[in-house]
């Protein structure tokens, strides 16, 4: 399957600029407690114009260091999920629910997914992507509220003009080495998400109005001669 991009969209420098202004908008950020502890920022990165995007959880200790979404072994599993499907980091965006490091590694509260909600919506918005990977219960619950994503994972959905595919964090696989495999499986799913996708984007022919019965034009009589 391509990932070349088939849609019309806006140029991809217009989409790093605007992108840009979110990163920049994050790094000011203080509405939440998490700015405090927080070295650099980590707004997400990776094509303004992609296909695919990738939302996970928060930042860790690494990310936090270095400003930039998964660079840690979670970061380096998910690349090699991406090869195995045919794609570089390079050709997907990725970010998170939230933009600063909960200190200690700890889950984003409640609060504070709220606060830096409107970055990521801005960021969807932006991006425009055909297909959503949610990887993580945190950036799943954004799309699925209620949902488990033990019951739901791996099965992509339509969630109004995109597919929506719920996958386990790869970071689950490092503390739970029986989840390698299923989380594997699941990544193998992304290509038919994109191409489901695909078809929502393609608008449908139009149906041709049946052609009118014609009536048969009667035989030629013979005149007759008396």
């Given at each position: 399957m391509s990932f070349e991009h088939t849609r019309t969209t806006p140029s991809a420098d217009d989409n790093a600029a605007l992108l840009s202004e979110v990163a920049a908008e994050v790094a000011r950020c203080q509405a939440c407690v998490l700015y405090k502890h927080a070295l650099k920022p980590v707004p997400g990165d990776g094509d303004p114009n992609a296909a695919i995007l990738f939302i996970g959880e928060a930042p860790g200790r690494y990310e936090n260091q270095q400003g930039k979404p998964f660079v840690g072994a979670a970061g380096q599993f998910l690349e090699d999920l991406l090869r195995s499907i045919g794609l570089r980091r390079d050709q997907v965006f990725i970010a998170n629910v939230v933009k600063h490091w909960p200190p200690g590694n700890r889950d984003p509260l409640p609060e504070e997914i709220a606060t830096c909600g409107g970055f990521l919506d801005r960021q969807i918005e932006i991006i425009n992507p055909q297909v959503i990977v949610t990887l993580g219960r945190f950036s799943m619950a954004?799309?699925?509220?209620?949902?488990?994503?033990?019951?739901?994972?791996?099965?992509?959905?339509?969630?109004?003009?995109?597919?929506?595919?719920?996958?386990?964090?790869?970071?689950?696989?490092?503390?739970?080495?029986?989840?390698?495999?299923?989380?594997?499986?699941?990544?193998?799913?992304?290509?038919?998400?994109?191409?489901?996708?695909e078809k929502l984007a393609t608008p449908a022919a139009p149906i041709k109005p049946p052609e009118p019965a014609q009536t048969p034009e009667p035989p030629p009589q013979q005149l007759s001669l008396f």
């Amino acid at each position: 399957m391509s990932f070349e991009h088939t849609r019309t969209t806006p140029s991809a420098d217009d989409n790093a600029a605007l992108l840009s202004e979110v990163a920049a908008e994050v790094a000011r950020c203080q509405a939440c407690v998490l700015y405090k502890h927080a070295l650099k920022p980590v707004p997400g990165d990776g094509d303004p114009n992609a296909a695919i995007l990738f939302i996970g959880e928060a930042p860790g200790r690494y990310e936090n260091q270095q400003g930039k979404p998964f660079v840690g072994a979670a970061g380096q599993f998910l690349e090699d999920l991406l090869r195995s499907i045919g794609l570089r980091r390079d050709q997907v965006f990725i970010a998170n629910v939230v933009k600063h490091w909960p200190p200690g590694n700890r889950d984003p509260l409640p609060e504070e997914i709220a606060t830096c909600g409107g970055f990521l919506d801005r960021q969807i918005e932006i991006i425009n992507p055909q297909v959503i990977v949610t990887l993580g219960r945190f950036s799943m619950a954004k799309f699925f509220p209620g949902e488990r994503i033990s019951r739901i994972h791996g099965v992509a959905r339509r969630h109004r003009n995109r597919m929506v595919l719920p996958l386990y964090h790869p970071a689950a696989a490092l503390h739970q080495a029986n989840l390698r495999r299923t989380i594997e499986e699941d990544f193998k799913r992304i290509p038919a998400a994109l191409a489901e996708a695909e078809k929502l984007a393609t608008p449908a022919a139009p149906i041709k109005p049946p052609e009118p019965a014609q009536t048969p034009e009667p035989p030629p009589q013979q005149l007759s001669l008396f």
